[in-house]
């Protein structure tokens, strides 16, 4: 039995201590906050085998610079002198290319397949008693000719690897999910997607990890690492020191910071992304996208969740009003019949998503440590990858077959 530190208690670092502790090993998360909110808890609560397109592609650039300057816009860009950031931006540039997507494209449709499948066998289990898992599949809602045809293609492509979907017509879009904007031309209907609500499953995740002897240690922030020919021997906190004989790094956004104290470089830039919680009945009967505002709808348990947006400003929780006004103006804007209240987006809520520069995760042992596993930078498929991160991280430490390789998503690569 090993001694295992999981550094973030995040769903990628959840789902590691699940695996982790399966295998037998006594576990520990450490977190700095009380795990009761961030990117885990606010976002779309989307399972992506459609999101086959990494954040980092062609024209990505072009567009945060054209909006760097408006604070309102869905991919928000704030200019400041940060040398970190400044290489991560010139990393990202470099990375988007049509080379490096079709290189992606397989990475993340098999990741995303190898969770829903686990999500699936978590429901299935009953091992957490019941919670919502939706296999409805996801609207992608266009207003305009323009952003239909760039779907299609993307479409024809996801067809091509087996995943289920198909166009909607405007009348077809009616019979599905009434109550729509005449304005929207059609759909493309990703029918392998799926749905949740994060916040329920992050509840009993946590309890069912106590439960199963899983130590959590919230509060703490790691402040520093003892360690020798390339093995971690302890985690240090502002409170106490763990002795390791494994330690994972799922600690979203801060990862690069925490890295930094290994000698690692590891480029990673929080994307604060906003949800708005509307718990009162909508017309929104299926997740869509809002393609033109790049805003997600999620119809979850007791609520609808308006969430979007990809905010790279540094570390920091602060509310732009003005994104979320943007949010709401554009629901409204699609869906007849829905006003988002001003108590409603006053209580909306941000979270910060580990952003790579080629939008892939980083998984896998840093060649520097023999005992260090990261798990870290899955950008806005956080949640959707979650489960299949876990379950490598702990086939990885325990030198099994892997359930798919990690190349491509290993910490070392360079841009």
């Known amino acids: 039995m090993k001694q295992i530190v999981v550094i973030g208690g995040g769903i990628v670092g959840l789902s590691s201590a699940y695996y982790l502790q399966q295998d037998g090993n006594q576990v520990t998360i450490i977190d700095k906050t009380d795990l009761s909110g961030g990117a885990s808890y606010v976002n779309a609560g989307y399972l992506t085998p459609s999101h086959i397109i990494p954040l980092a592609s062609p024209g990505m650039m072009a567009k945060g610079i054209k909006w760097m300057f408006n604070s309102s ?8 002198l940060d040398p970190d950031f400044l290489k ?6 470099k990375s988007s290319t049509k080379a490096h997507v079709e290189k992606a494209i397989p990475l993340i449709k098999d990741l995303n397949l190898l969770s829903k499948e686990l999500y699936t066998d978590w429901h299935e289990s009953g091992e957490m008693g019941d919670f919502q898992l939706e296999k409805k599949g996801l609207l992608m809602l266009y207003k305009s000719r323009k952003e239909g045809e760039h779907e299609k293609e993307i479409a024809k492509r996801a067809a091509s ?52 002897g899983v130590v959590f240690k919230t509060g703490e922030e790691v402040t520093d690492f003892s ?20 330690v994972v790094l799922a600690s979203g956004s801060w990862s690069q910071g925490l890295a930094k104290k290994l000698g690692l470089r590891l480029a990673v830039q929080p994307g604060k992304g906003y949800r708005i919680d509307v718990p009162r009945e909508t017309p929104v009967t299926l997740p869509a996208i809002l393609m033109e505002a790049k805003v997600a709808v999620t119809p979850m348990k007791g609520f609808t969740r308006f969430a979007g947006t990809m905010e790279l ?24 019949q829905l006003h988002i209240s001003e108590r409603e987006k006053a209580n909306a809520k941000c979270g910060l998503r580990p952003v790579s520069p080629d939008g892939l995760p980083y998984i896998g042992r840093p060649s520097q440590f023999n005992n260090l ?6 950008a806005m498929m956080g949640w959707s990858l979650g489960p ?16 798919m390789a990690l190349d491509g998503f290993h910490p070392d690569r360079r841009f």
Request: proline share 4%; with cysteine.
């Open 313 to 336: 400003s540094g570390i920091n929780h602060k509310i732009r009003k003005e994104r979320v006004s943007a949010i709401a103006r554009a629901a409204e804007s699609y869906y007849n």
């Open 73 to 80: 816009s869905p991919f928000y860009i704030k200019p400041r």
């Open 227 to 246: 360690y020798e020919s390339g093995n971690i021997n302890r985690v240090n906190t502002q409170i106490s020191s763990y002795p390791a004989d494994e």
């Open 161 to 212: 690897l087996g995943l289920e979907v198909r166009e909607l017509t405007a009348r077809e879009l009616s019979k599905i999910q009434p109550n729509l904007n005449a304005e929207i031309l059609g759909a493309v209907h990703y029918e392998c997607d799926a749905h949740t609500s994060p916040h329920e499953i992050m509840r009993k995740l946590k309890h069912l990890l106590q439960k199963k």
């Open 373 to 378: 596993a990261i798990a870290t930078g899955h």
């Open 388 to 403: 299949a991160t876990g379950k490598l991280v702990s086939e990885l430490i325990a030198g099994k077959k892997l359930s």
């Open 88 to 93: 991560w931006a010139w990393y990202f540039n």
